[in-house]
C-alpha cells in the first residue's frame, strides 16, 4: 500500500494515487461534538485524514515583539478580543463563527502610517530546523506542507476592509505598499520552504464574490497576481518539484487561466454553489488539481447521509480517478452540519477512493 506522501505526488503529477486523500475542518463548536461522537480527539486518525507534517520557520526567543500598543491607546475593546500577530483586533463572534475585526490603520491619515507600521522580519526567523523536519517526516512517508499566508486578506485587515477597497481606487500608493511590505516577507517564506524541499506551498487570499471575481482584472493582475506569480516563481526555481496549493473563495472562474499561468497547481476549494465544476475541470483539469468541491452551502448543512455518499463518488468519479483531487468540504464545516454527514463523507471516502488493494 503506497504512502501518502506517495499518493500526494500520484495526485498533482495526475496518475492514479492508491488512495483519494480527504480531510476537513470544523468550527469550535462542532469540533466539540465531532470530538464527543467519536470518542477521540485524534480526529484526523479517526476518519483517516492525509498523513502530513507542517513546518515553518521559528521565532527566535530573544527577538523583541513587534508593539502595537499605540494604536490601541484609548480604545475600549470588546471583551475577549485579542491582539494577533499582525496587530489586528480579534472580536469573538457570537455566531460559533471565527472573529471580526477591528483594523488598527483604519483611521490612518498619511501614508508613512502605513510605511512605518509594525509588520514581522522573517528574515530574523530560525529556519535551519525545517529541511531535518522535512526529511523525517518523508522517512515516515508524510508529505510536508509549508504556508506562506496572505497578502491582500492581511493588508484589509491591518488598514480595514472598506478602507483598503477605496485605497486601490483612490490611493493606489497606499494598497501597493501593504502588499508590497507583505509580499516581501511572504517571499522570505517561500525560499525557506522551498529551501527545506516541503512538497506543498499553501496561501491564499479571498478575491471572489458568489459570482464573479471582487476586483477588475487589471487590479487584481497588478496588485495581487504579479506578486503571487513571484512568490511561486521562486519557490519553483529553489525547488522545482514544489507544488502552489492557493484559496480563495467564490467564482475564481475567470481567473483560473492566469493563476496557471504564473504557477498554481493546486486550487482550493472549488465551491459547486459558485461555479461550474465540470466546465472548469474540462477546460482545466489536465493542467490542475482541485482540493474540495463538496459544498458546505448545500451538501454537508443540508443533505442526508446518502446525498453526501452520492456527490463524494460523483466527485471521485469524475475528476479523481486519474489522480487530481482531494476530497474535502468547501469550507470549515460548521454547527448545522448533521455528525452523519461527516461519517458518510469519510466512510465514502474510503469506499469509493481506494484503488490499492
Known amino acids: 500500500m503506497r504512502t501518502d506522501l506517495e499518493n500526494f505526488h500520484a495526485t498533482v503529477e495526475h496518475r492514479q494515487p492508491g488512495r483519494i486523500l480527504c480531510h476537513a475542518g470544523f468550527v469550535e463548536d462542532l469540533h466539540k461534538r465531532v470530538v464527543e461522537h467519536i470518542g477521540t480527539t485524534d480526529i484526523g486518525g479517526h476518519y483517516g485524514f492525509p498523513k502530513s507534517t507542517g513546518v515553518g520557520p521559528k521565532r527566535p526567543a530573544e527577538l523583541p515583539p513587534l508593539d502595537f500598543a499605540r494604536y490601541w491607546e484609548g480604545e475600549e475593546l470588546p471583551s475577549g478580543t485579542k491582539i494577533d500577530g499582525s496587530g489586528v483586533a480579534m472580536v469573538p463572534s457570537g455566531f460559533y463563527h471565527f472573529w471580526g475585526y477591528i483594523s488598527p490603520l483604519r483611521n490612518a491619515q498619511s501614508l508613512k502610517e502605513l510605511e512605518e507600521y509594525p509588520i514581522e522580519d522573517y528574515s530574523a526567523w530560525d529556519c535551519s530546523h525545517m529541511r531535518a523536519q522535512t526529511e523525517a517526516a518523508h522517512a515516515e512517508g508524510r508529505y510536508v506542507q509549508a504556508s506562506v499566508g496572505h497578502m ?6 491591518i488598514r480595514g476592509y ?24 511572504n517571499l522570505l517564506k517561500a525560499r525557506a520552504a522551498a529551501e527545506a524541499g516541503v512538497d506543498v ?49 467564490g467564482n475564481v472562474t475567470a481567473l483560473v487561466p492566469e493563476l496557471i499561468d504564473a504557477g498554481l497547481d493546486i ?63 468547501t469550507h470549515v464545516l460548521e454547527p448545522e452540519v448533521p455528525l452523519a454527514n461527516i461519517d458518510a463523507l469519510f466512510e465514502a471516502c474510503r469506499e469509493y477512493g481506494t484503488f490499492d488493494a
Open 267 to 329: 486550487l482550493n476549494p472549488v465551491q459547486p454553489e459558485c461555479l461550474d465544476v465540470d466546465e472548469l475541470h474540462r477546460q482545466y483539469g489536465h493542467l490542475l488539481s482541485f482540493d474540495g468541491t463538496i459544498g458546505t452551502q448545500s451538501t454537508m448543512p443540508w443533505g442526508s447521509a446518502d446525498d453526501v455518499r452520492r456527490r463524494v463518488k460523483e466527485v471521485i468519479d469524475k475528476y479523481g480517478r486519474s489522480g487530481g483531487l482531494f476530497v474535502s468540504p
Open 162 to 185: 472598506e478602507q483598503f477597497l477605496m485605497d486601490t481606487i483612490d490611493r493606489p500608493a497606499w494598497a501597493e505598499c501593504l502588499l508590497e511590505r507583505l509580499f516581501q516577507q
Open 201 to 249: 506551498l499553501h496561501c491564499g487570499d479571498d478575491v471572489a464574490s458568489q459570482t464573479a471575481p471582487m476586483f477588475a482584472m487589471d487590479t487584481w493582475r497588478r496588485l495581487m497576481l504579479s506578486r503571487w506569480a513571484e512568490v511561486w516563481s521562486e519557490a519553483k526555481r529553489i525547488h522545482p518539484d514544489i507544488r502552489t496549493f492557493y484559496h480563495s473563495d
Open 152 to 157: 491582500y486578506e492581511t493588508a484589509w485587515q
